[in-house]
């Protein structure tokens, strides 16, 4: 019984300091060692309280995840952390599903209690609806397999009912009749294990980090339920607090995408603004007015001054015309120079090509110049919440100079330059101005409005959503293809010069 009380007073403590650790970026490392402390002594604890098992058998287990773990945390890189994170999920779900599973063999068959048969059959079909989500999530993100949505042929919205129904019923009949074990426990499994597989695998890349930390809420669920089951009110309680974090997050994530959670999940096309998405070529939208006109406006301004006559020429002609008005490659160094407000936008191609060292260079010599820099930070800006802040801390950037999107899209009406590394589908006009895209509806930085644009981007290849981006063809940007790593060096070195 001491031995009990010590290690509950144990883990209510480390409980209360993680939470004031996990409130910092600066501290969150410690609080996730002081987690992963606390998971080593809920598992010597549970050997001692249950006296069941072999002591010396755990530590080698202890032993061998912990050695497995320090491997992935050394070898997964940082562009490969959302994969790492779904499966993680994925592994606590199945976690909780292997807890209660082993509970139940160990459970007299006859006469079991309603609520252990009910909640049996809630954390099992929880968790293995968790791992089979999860695992579809990590072949999407790793381009593995089912990168673009797959939607099911004819009844796809039933069949997924169909599956949840059979899930609650079973559940139904084994807690409210007691029905046995051996009957219905493999088909929740095989259910739950369809369902994960049938919601996820509909799911684009835009709506990735919903799903992700949706799944993270469900590991959590599962624990609890299992915590339930088997009458660990720890469980119960930590399990209910990833829960309810998560369905948070979720919210969260929904709110920023535009999204319901019931569109995300069903299936249902996004709405959006009542227009169609201008065919390729079309006259892009006009540069925002600076007030400096270019050198042809100049020219044609005192032309037409000398004749006293007003100039007029043929619509083709003025199509044809409008790309002189562009900027081009040689006017960066005086858009670098001249520009007193930058505002940065990283995407996901900024952690492909490993760039943020580049980019926090990009950034140091810019604030030499006295510039004020900011970086904008959409909410999907890579695959799972949270990202693009942890890859820019990886380089040393401080977290104040982040701003989400909220707080940035009035600034860049005043922005003298933004610089787009690696984002596509966060800055696409398109979100605005197409129906029936994966992002349609989505709220997006809106950079389009500042007074110039330099995009470091791969190609001018669609983004993961597979939307062409309208902004690449505006007079008021300039793009750089091509490797993000090399290309922003090359802007690094521009400044000062012209």
Not at 276 to 293: E, F, R, W
């Amino acid at each position: 019984m001491a031995v009990t009380i010590f290690f509950a007073a144990l883990v209510i403590v480390a409980f209360l300091i993680g939470i004031r650790l996990m409130q910092s970026p600066h501290t969150a490392l410690w609080g996730n060692r002081l987690g992963a402390l606390a998971m080593i002594f809920a598992i010597i604890w549970t050997f001692i309280a249950t006296g069941r098992g072999s002591f010396s058998l755990a530590l080698i287990y202890i032993a061998t995840g912990s050695v497995i773990g320090l491997v992935l945390g050394q070898s997964v890189r940082m562009i490969h952390m959302p994969q790492t994170v779904a499966l993680l999920n994925g592994f606590g779900g199945a976690a909780s599903a292997l807890v209660v599973w082993s509970a139940v063999l160990g459970y007299a068959g006859e006469g079991a209690e309603m609520l252990f048969w009910g909640t049996s059959g809630l954390a099992l079909g929880i968790g293995v609806l968790t791992f089979s989500g999860s695992v579809i999530a990590v072949l999407k993100l790793q381009g593995i397999a089912f990168r673009k949505p797959i939607q099911i042929i004819g009844h796809g919205h039933i069949l997924r009912i169909a599956i949840l129904l059979a899930v609650l019923l079973i559940i139904f009949n084994m807690g409210f009749l007691g029905l046995y074990f051996g009957q219905f426990m493999t088909l929740i499994a095989l259910l739950g294990l369809l369902a994960g597989f049938f919601m996820t695998l509909r799911i684009g890349g835009a709506d990735m980090p919903i799903v992700i930390s949706l799944l993270n809420s469900f590991s959590g669920i599962a624990a609890a339920v299992a915590g339930l089951a088997v009458e660990n009110l720890i469980l119960v309680g930590t399990g209910a607090l990833v829960g309810v974090a998560g369905l948070i997050l979720t919210r969260i994530m929904c709110r920023a995408m535009n999204r319901s959670l019931l569109a995300v999940l069903a299936g249902f096309t996004p709405g959006a603004h009542e227009k169609t998405l201008p065919a390729a070529g079309s006259t892009p939208s006009p540069k925002p007015d600076t007030g400096t006109p270019t050198e042809a406006g100049k020219a044609e301004s005192t032309t037409a001054e000398n004749t006293g006559t007003e100039t007029e020429k043929p619509e083709e002609d003025l199509e044809e015309a409008a790309p002189a008005d562009k900027i081009s490659e040689k006017d960066l160094p005086g858009l670098l120079k001249n520009a007193a407000r930058v505002i940065i936008v990283p995407g996901y191609g900024m952690a492909v090509a490993q760039a943020q060292i580049a980019v926090r260079q990009l950034l140091d010599a810019l604030e030499e110049q006295g510039k004020d820099v900011k970086f904008a930070i959409h909410p999907v800006a890579g695959r799972m919440p949270g990202h693009m802040n942890v890859l820019l801390a990886e380089a040393g950037i401080d977290y104040d100079k982040l701003v989400d999107i909220d707080t940035i899209n009035p600034q860049f009406a005043h922005a003298d330059l933004v610089i787009v590394v690696g984002a596509c589908d966060v800055v696409n006009p398109a979100a605005n101005a197409a129906e029936g895209t994966p992002i349609s509806g989505m709220p997006i930085l809106e950079a389009e409005k500042a007074k110039n644009i330099i995009i470091c981007n791969l190609d001018e290849q669609p983004g993961y959503s597979g939307v062409d981006n309208l902004l690449y063809e505006q007079p008021h940007v300039v793009t750089l293809w091509g490797d993000a790593a090399q290309t922003i060096p090359r802007l690094t070195a521009m400044i000062g010069k012209e």
